[in-house]
């Protein structure tokens, strides 16, 4: 399941300031695309999902899909000390394209810290 | 999104022995899948809980060591067979719905220590 791969971190960025959150996967035909939040002790919950190439906004988050260089990133501005925590990448497999499967495979995560 | 229960929500057991963890949803959802988040670690899919038939495992998950039922769209369990404090984990059911986009969402997770 070694097909997500993400900067362990951590990350540590400013109170205000934009957090920038990278993932590279292997499979050329993953179709869909996640970021998870997963707060120290409580269970991944869902921050964005995207399926096209480009930038998906929603709130102070972007997600950014690049097929071609099979990239996908998280961007959070004006980040705040409530959005320190483990954010996850996950991608839908190969073998479930144009099925109703639905694994997810998911990146060791990064651990983000704002200070204020 | 569904709303997902699970439990225990933690034990603690002595190696040799199994423990079964159950997942209910407040609604019928098509897919449920089980997950395992050793500490520090992301999270590994152990497989895929499929109602009514045998449930589809992941490479270096099998059948005698983490027997899932499903007999429901609304309910699963897990047991870990035979453990050893390499199971200690976090075991976390997901569930999807219908639709081919629509998202995975988590249950609060089985913190399982093996002594």
């Known amino acids: 399941q070694k097909e997500v791969e993400q900067n362990s971190g951590p990350l540590s960025v400013p109170e205000g300031a934009i957090a920038s959150l990278n993932c590279t996967y292997s499979?050329?035909?993953?179709?869909?695309f996640f970021w998870y939040r997963q707060y120290s002790g409580k269970s991944p919950e869902l921050i964005m999902s995207i399926y096209s190439n480009g930038d998906k906004e929603d709130g102070r988050f972007t997600a950014q899909l690049n097929k071609a260089s099979q990239y996908v990133s998280l961007l959070i501005r004006d980040s705040q000390p409530s959005d320190s925590a483990t954010y996850l990448c996950a991608v839908t497999p190969r073998s479930d394209r144009g099925s109703t499967l639905g694994r997810l495979y998911f990146g060791r995560g990064t651990q983000l810290t704002v200070w204020p | 999104s569904a709303v997902i229960s699970q439990k225990p929500s933690r034990d603690i057991c002595q190696r040799g022995t199994s423990l079964t963890i159950q997942c209910q949803v407040d609604s019928q959802v098509t897919m449920m899948f089980w997950y395992r988040q050793q500490p520090g670690q992301s999270l590994t899919l152990i497989a895929t809980a499929n109602q009514g038939s045998e449930a589809t495992y992941e490479s270096g998950f099998v059948i005698d060591k983490f027997p899932i039922s499903r007999p429901n769209l609304t309910f699963s369990t897990l047991t870990v067979s035979n453990m050893s404090p390499e199971d200690s984990s976090i075991y976390l059911c997901?569930?999807?719905?219908?639709?081919?986009?629509?998202?995975?969402?988590f249950g609060p997770g089985t913190r399982l220590l093996v002594l």
């Open positions: 499979d050329r035909v993953s179709q869909s």
């Open positions: 997901s569930v999807r719905g219908t639709s081919r986009q629509e998202t995975q969402y």
